[in-house]
């Protein structure tokens, strides 16, 4: 066992073949490629407060079916620079970065949850980028919140409010927490209870960053889970029946702490037409890192 | 007359431009900008007279003095945040707010409702924005060579962003039932996007010319 990122091992997971930087309007982000360059590209999508190193086993089992894979840190997110703001907006610009700087020509796009999410408003804002997509577990759903009496909705959305406010008053002091690779991969562990000690800790290695008084995360410690703001999540559900590309979605089955409890009824009214959508049973929402073999066998048939 | 002092204010990666516009003791005034524009340099006339406090100007991140961050992603909520930096720094204000400044002023009375005596929403630049619901989406992708204010991210993302009735009536609630103000929001502005539309018709509002609601809340 050790700490340096680059003797990091777990079965099956391979580092990136190639790393890149790309400029996205003056933020900095890391790309990262897995193939034979002059294979035909395909872009993957990572999740909100994930990585895109998380693909290490995921990705190369796409580009042994003979693609090029290109994914990228989400500003904020990874080894990519922090930036002073964040919106889906900002985050589908740089995904367009990265994708102006692989193929100008359509291609196919594959995103995990936030990153699915991402990719379905780029169908709609650059439809002509697009070919064909995957949706890993980032199926919008429409169910509206558990029903609570206005005047609680009222103090708890005050709660909120005044915890996000102080958050941003002291977000320039904050550092994230530090500890050994192990204490990391322990933490990360309450937000993924399904993934196993020995993937959580390669995890650990490859995505944390040294320094004297232990490891950290490097996500931008601006970022925090929950928040408010006027977006309904059926904003999203409404992009779907328009989705003019080939669609195959894959919902998990198992709620957890980070996924969107998507069920097949909820987007069923909603898909576009000849969209295939599988519910994978005792399946969690990193649908890809439970079951990489599989998902990358229905991608790659998908995908042709 | 110029700007007597200016603040800088630390925001994240941001740092805001504070600007004291007149002195004085009691609560302060803090005036919140239109989309595109930046602090007044004087107390503006209509505020002169009907406010006895110091006035204090806010420029918003990309506007005015304040940063030009990287690669946009603006929110109102992340300017909301900007004023709360504000408010951390001077206490208690009655706030005034322009087109974009209202939607955000009202935002603040919701979120701060203790600190917040007062939030008078007036007509301005940006104060529709992207209407109650989604428009079709657009990509804004803008060149970057020339950082300067007012930042055309700012622009581009604070004019299409989404402002439902209802989000923001539940700042209007919050600012009624834990300000213990009544009313505790005036609306000067002549203008109805939906957003203020429904703000307007809330218990706890008063609509009334600037002069009348700046009288009302410096007398709170």
New interface residues.
């Given amino acids: 066992m050790t700490d340096d990122p680059s003797t990091a091992t777990f079965p099956g997971a391979q580092a990136p073949d190639r790393v890149r930087q790309v400029d996205s309007a003056g933020v900095g982000i890391e790309v990262y490629e897995w193939g034979d360059e002059s294979a035909p590209p395909l872009m993957l999508a990572h999740g909100g407060f994930d990585f895109a190193r998380t693909f290490d086993v995921f990705a190369p089992l796409l580009a042994a079916g003979g693609w090029r894979v290109v994914s990228w840190d989400q500003r904020g997110h990874g080894f990519s620079d922090h930036a002073a703001l964040y919106s889906w907006d900002a985050d589908i610009r740089d995904a367009v970065a990265v994708m102006d700087s692989t193929s100008l020509d359509p291609l196919p796009v594959v995103g995990h949850s936030k990153g699915g999410g991402i990719l379905l408003q780029m169908a709609e804002v650059a439809p002509w980028r697009i070919t064909r997509m995957v949706n890993l577990d980032g199926l919008p759903s429409g169910r509206k919140a558990p029903d609570v009496a206005d005047h609680e909705r009222t103090r708890m959305l005050a709660d909120e409010l005044a915890s996000w406010l102080g958050h941003h008053r002291r977000t320039h002091e904050l550092r994230r927490k530090p500890g050994t690779v192990e204490e990391l991969a322990e933490r990360r562990g309450s937000m993924n209870p399904r993934l196993t000690p020995e993937w959580l800790r390669y995890l650990a290695a490859i995505g944390t960053v040294a320094s004297e008084d232990g490891h950290r995360w490097p996500i931008d410690p601006q970022l925090r889970f929950g928040g408010f703001g006027p977006f309904r999540p059926d904003w999203n559900l409404e992009r779907l029946p328009g989705l003019a590309v080939p669609l195959l979605g894959v919902l998990s089955t198992i709620e957890e702490p980070m996924g969107w409890g998507t069920s097949f009824a909820d987007v069923e009214p909603h898909l576009p037409p000849g969209a295939r959508v599988l519910e994978l049973a005792d399946t969690g929402h990193f649908v890809h890192v439970e079951r990489p073999q599989a998902i990358a066998d229905l991608v790659l048939e998908f995908l042709g | 007359m110029t700007t007597a002092t200016t603040t800088t204010l ?5 740092e805001l431009a504070l600007h004291q516009l007149r002195g004085g003791d009691g609560r302060a005034l803090l005036l919140l900008h239109g989309l595109g524009e930046a602090s007044p340099t004087a107390v503006p006339p209509q505020v002169a007279d009907a406010w006895p406090g110091p006035v204090h100007a806010l420029d918003f ?1 990309g506007h005015g003095a304040s ?1 030009v ?7 109102a ?2 300017l ?2 900007d004023a ?2 504000a408010l ?1 720094h001077l206490g208690e204000v009655t706030v005034l707010g322009r087109g974009l400044g209202a939607y955000v002023g009202l935002m603040l009375a ?4 203790e600190e917040v005596r007062g939030a008078i929403l007036d007509d301005g630049p940006g104060l529709a924005g992207g209407g109650p ?2 428009m ?7 060149d ?1 060579a020339a ?1 300067r204010p007012p930042d055309p ?1 700012a622009l581009a ?1 604070l004019s299409s ?4 009735p209802d ?1 923001a009536s ?1 700042f209007v ?2 600012a009624v ?2 300000s213990g103000l009544d009313p505790c929001l005036a609306v000067a502005a002549r203008v109805r996007p939906h957003w203020l539309d429904e703000v307007a018709r809330q218990y706890g509002v008063v609509e009334e010319p600037l002069a009348a609601a700046l009288t009302r809340f410096a007398a709170v």
């Fill in positions: 630390r925001h994240g990666k941001v991140t940063t961050p990287s690669g946009g992603g603006y929110t909520e992340f909301m945040a709360d930096t951390a919701g979120a701060r409702p619901r989604p079709s989406a657009v990509l804004h992708r803008i970057p950082p991210y993302e962003d989404v402002r439902p989000y539940t609630r919050q039932h834990l």
